[in-house]
């Protein structure tokens, strides 16, 4: 089976503007987190989708949202960037609790 | 929500010699701990875990041992090799209501394997 994908695999932004990622789950997969990774506080939780509908949220602000689709590939949007989203933005397709993470998008905010 | 204590930070130790890195969690209903092992670059990869009915795992080089009563669960690297050196991740899966779960990751754990 293919790997979770995740496009772009980098992207450069200017404050204010918005974004959006995307995660390809592995098949057959129908959940996928989203992970936020920086140096300062690692790794952490920004949702989970499951058959469409978030099933978690972390605690990150409003700007930060996301989808999934019925094919299971999901979304992450950010508004109104801020320096401070500069990061590796990680996926995680779910099966059971095994998380398996794809190669991740590393945005740059200027 | 769930808090996970990751310990140390960096750990360097000789090539051949073994590795040991140690997570404490806080919240009691956590029953599934896994390890992700990151090289600079690439994505974090999954080396094994461990469930709460079980107090060791091992994996070739690879041991999890887990204590549930205080709390604590440990990643032990025999034989340490080159290939060895990466950050280290400790996490835990916490629950919510309505079946919903996520897992907490530790800080990390930077290991330098010496020649």
Known sequence: ?110 | GENVEQHPSTLSVQEGDSAVIKCTYSDSASNYFPWYKQELGKRPQLIIDIRSNVGEKKDQRIAVTLNKTAKHFSLHITETQPEDSAVYFCASIWYSGGGADGLTFGKGTHLIIQP
């Open chain 1, 1 to 110: 089976k293919a790997g979770v994908t995740q496009t772009p695999r980098y992207l450069i932004k200017t404050r204010g503007q918005q974004v959006t990622l995307s995660c390809s789950p592995i098949s057959g997969h129908r959940s996928v987190s989203w992970y936020q990774q920086t140096p300062g506080q690692g790794l952490q939780f920004l949702f989970e989708y499951f058959s469409e509908t978030q099933r978690n949220k972390g605690n990150f602000p409003g700007r930060f949202s996301g989808r999934q689709f019925s094919n299971s590939r999901s979304e992450m949007n950010v508004s109104t960037l801020e320096l401070g989203d500069s990061a590796l933005y990680l996926c995680a397709s779910r099966y059971g609790d095994e998380q398996f993470f794809g190669p991740g998008t590393r945005l740059t905010v200027l």
